[in-house]
């Protein structure tokens, strides 16, 4: 039987859930757009929740529209880069779409990198202004110098509270570590002055649908983090993928559990933007870690919730799940690294709720695989089928031109309205990456005779943890910088709880001595916290190629082997 079917055939079409299209019938709109029509439509839905407090479609689209003519201002015009450094806050969603508004670029950042890696994003998108946290307000003002940013707009988590957490936040926040004072300094301005000072009439702006949305930055196999370009109209037809995937929700009816960060491109597509489409309200959840998750699901009664398998086993492991009512939830997702057979029958059988695994990448903005949510099957472990409208083939590992048989393993690629534009400033990775409208994904993968397809191992080195995409090169430059280290290499090691975590082996100069503890002290400063190793092995020396190039494959195999 194997060979009998070709991905010409589209295999995958048969295991549609009743109502999705093979093709979608899109509207040419942009988001900002989106949002107006959404306001229209459901004035008063609640658009986003945090902690309690509410704020209004209505409400929304105002608060976008003051941002947006603040922004216009500070002097942002059309094709100019505004960076946000935010969790998940209502000012990161106004933010975002305010930016759009005008026909300017969005880069997201996520507030747990350091210096050295923002200074990387913020110079390679020539952002010139940033919307952060006042946690993090004097060190960008500090970092200001070394960018081309000029204005800083600070937000503090208690600028929207609720009565009367908006009274005792003042009190309880600097010894909590939830706020901090922000140091005078010029082209310094806090939030919602900004939003009390001008009016909801920023200049009407002409935004192209094919023009460029946002820079979404992904780690590089090269160790420099990539701004991948994605433009209206790859952000636009995402949501209305999703949308077409998901026919038994109806607009303005259900409540988005909003923890997948928003400064990640599967956060932001099918927890934040997504929601704005449907006109559903949106619980913002800034820490997903597990007590907070069941806390917003025991109070806010979410029914759709994209997640990744980090926050499944979190909360299925923590002991308030005993307390938890999660039989709201109708409709969950997971992404971004395999979800356990086991943990999806414990989640499914607390809640009731259908969890179906997807797919994606930042180069496809990034959904392109999920599999059928009620009536077509659903095969655990595998990433599901492509999505309307997305073209999949699997390829020969040297060329990528030939096809491969059903269940042959190869490279996945793809091609659909969700392939990026490009990366920035990179026209050698972009031709590497998109060859004749295809994307080549460096992902390993088979299909079968269903054309359902699995991931089998990655072509990248790249590293997932907690949901987290990591590039060991990242961690070997970081180990590269001590003096000490003649060798480092970073591989990804099994947990049942992160999906990996981080091992480095590390080769010490000729007559120096350094302890585990001591390495990873060194790291903190030039890495992100979850990006630090939870192990490191000294070695005399490391598997090398003829050609004297580290052999992370070989280390890695070597460990799973002593892991059985």
């Known amino acids: 039987?194997?060979?009998?079917?070709?991905?010409?055939?589209?295999?995958?079409?048969?295991?549609?859930?009743?109502?999705?299209?093979?093709?979608?019938?899109?509207?040419?709109?942009?988001?900002?757009?989106?949002?107006?029509?959404?306001?229209?439509?459901?004035?008063?839905n609640d658009a986003l929740i945090f902690q309690g407090y509410a704020v209004k479609f209505k409400e929304l689209k105002e608060m976008v529209d003051r941002f947006a003519t603040c922004l216009a201002d500070f002097g942002i015009k059309k094709g100019d880069s505004v960076a946000i450094l935010l969790p998940n806050l209502i000012p990161c969603v106004v933010a975002y779409y305010a930016i759009m508004k005008l026909g300017a670029v969005t880069v997201m950042n996520n507030p747990l990198y350091t210096d050295p890696e923002l200074e990387h994003q913020f110079n390679d998108s020539s952002s010139k202004a940033l919307v952060t946290l006042d946690l993090l307000g004097n060190r960008m003002i500090d970092l200001r110098p070394r960018t081309k940013i000029k204005q800083i707009i600070y937000t503090s988590i208690g600028d929207y509270l609720p009565f009367p957490k908006n009274l005792l936040f003042p009190i309880v926040a600097k010894k909590q570590k939830l706020a901090a004072s922000v140091k005078p300094a010029p082209d310094v301005y806090k939030w919602k002055d900004c939003i009390a000072k001008y009016p909801p009439n920023p200049p009407s702006v002409d935004v192209g649908f094919e023009d460029v949305a946002m820079y979404q930055y992904t780690g590089g196999t090269t160790g420099v983090s990539k701004g991948v370009m994605l433009t209206h109209s790859n952000l636009s037809k995402q949501v209305q993928h999703i949308a077409a995937w998901f026919p038994t929700f109806n607009k303005g009816e259900e409540i988005m559990l909003g923890a997948l960060p928003f400064f990640h491109v599967f956060g932001l597509s099918t927890a934040m933007n997504f929601s704005i489409y449907m006109g559903w309200s949106d619980v913002l959840v800034p820490k997903p870690q597990p007590g907070p998750l069941l806390e917003a699901i025991r109070k806010f009664r979410p029914t759709f919730a994209p997640l990744v398998p980090t926050m499944y086993i979190g909360m299925l492991n923590h002991p308030d799940v005993k307390k938890t009512d999660m039989t709201c939830l109708k409709g969950c997702f997971s992404g971004s690294a395999p979800l356990p057979v086991e943990v999806i029958r414990d989640f499914e059988g607390t809640t009731g709720a259908v969890i179906v695994e997807g797919f994606g990448l930042t180069e496809t903005t990034p959904v392109t695989h999920i599999n059928p949510f009620a009536g077509g099957a659903r095969k655990v472990g595998s990433i599901g089928v492509p999505i309307s409208d997305t073209e999949c083939r699997i390829v020969d590992l040297e060329e990528g031109t030939k096809d491969m048989p059903v269940g042959e393993p190869g490279e996945l690629i793809i091609k659909g309205p969700q392939v990026m534009k490009g990366y920035l400033n990179m026209p050698d990775e972009t031709a590497n990456t998109i060859r004749d409208g295809w994307c080549y994904t460096g992902d390993i993968a088979t299909m079968d005779e269903d054309g359902y397809f699995r991931i089998v191992d990655r072509k990248k080195d790249m590293i997932i943890s907690g949901g987290f995409n990591i590039y060991p090169r990242d961690i070997d430059e970081a180990f590269y910088e001590n003096p000490k280290v003649?060798?480092?290499?970073?591989?990804?090691?099994?947990?049942?709880?992160?999906?990996?975590?981080?091992?480095?082996?590390?080769?010490l100069k000729e007559g120096k001595t350094a302890t585990e503890q001591e390495l990873i002290e060194f790291c903190k400063s030039r890495l992100a916290k979850y990006k630090l190793p939870t192990e490191i092995e000294f070695r005399k020396e490391l598997p090398k190629s003829n050609v004297g190039k580290i052999l992370r494959k070989q280390l890695r195999a070597e460990e799973l082997e002593k892991r059985k």
């Open 1 to 44: 039987m194997a060979g009998t079917v070709t991905y010409l055939d589209k295999p995958w079409l048969k295991s549609y859930e009743k109502g999705v299209p093979e093709f979608v019938k899109y509207k040419e709109i942009c988001l900002p757009d989106i949002l107006t029509v959404t306001a229209n439509e459901f004035p008063d």
């Open 486 to 507: 003649q060798e480092a290499c970073a591989i990804g090691i099994p947990d049942p709880k992160r999906g990996e975590n981080i091992k480095v082996f590390v080769v």
